[in-house]
């Protein structure tokens, strides 16, 4: 049974773009509350990004203005634009899905990873 699938990481100098991907092909994102996730070596998992089944965004502090997250009901992706890519950037980055019953505040879910039910098995991200 998969669960989430990203798609899009890879290696990319200091200053560059890299466009992630999510998809769970037979569920409709529109009825989810999704985010992105991310951890560094040696570090916690934070919360990058979060889009509510309204379309609202919540994004961290650290990549307001150089991250976008969107989505594309009728293709079931999930997006996460990221531009202007820094060193600390780096790290494995997690798509997550919760139901929209289940689904809180952007803000709050952006800080709590153990919302989120559904995962993806993670792509690496290296600025360097």
């Known amino acids: 049974h998969v669960q989430l699938v990203e798609s899009g990481g890879g290696s990319v100098q200091t200053g560059g773009s890299l466009r992630l991907s999510c998809t769970r092909p037979?569920?409709?994102?529109?009825?989810?509350?999704m985010g992105w996730f991310r951890q560094a070596q040696g570090k916690e998992r934070e919360g990058v990004a979060i889009?509510?089944?309204?379309?609202?965004?919540t994004y961290a502090d650290s990549v307001k203005g150089r991250f976008t997250v969107s989505k594309d009901n009728a293709k079931n992706t999930l997006y996460l634009q990221m531009n202007s890519l820094q060193p600390e950037d780096s790290g494995m980055y997690y798509c997550?899905?919760?139901?929209?019953?289940?689904?809180?505040?952007?803000?709050?879910?952006?800080?709590?990873?153990?919302?989120?039910?559904?995962w993806g098995q993670g792509t690496q991200v290296t600025v360097s």
């Open positions: 997550a899905a919760e139901t929209l019953s289940r689904c809180v505040s952007n803000w709050y879910m952006l800080s709590r990873s153990d919302l989120f039910r559904y």
């Open positions: 037979g569920y409709t994102f529109k009825r989810y509350c």
């Open positions: 889009i509510g089944p309204d379309g609202t965004t």
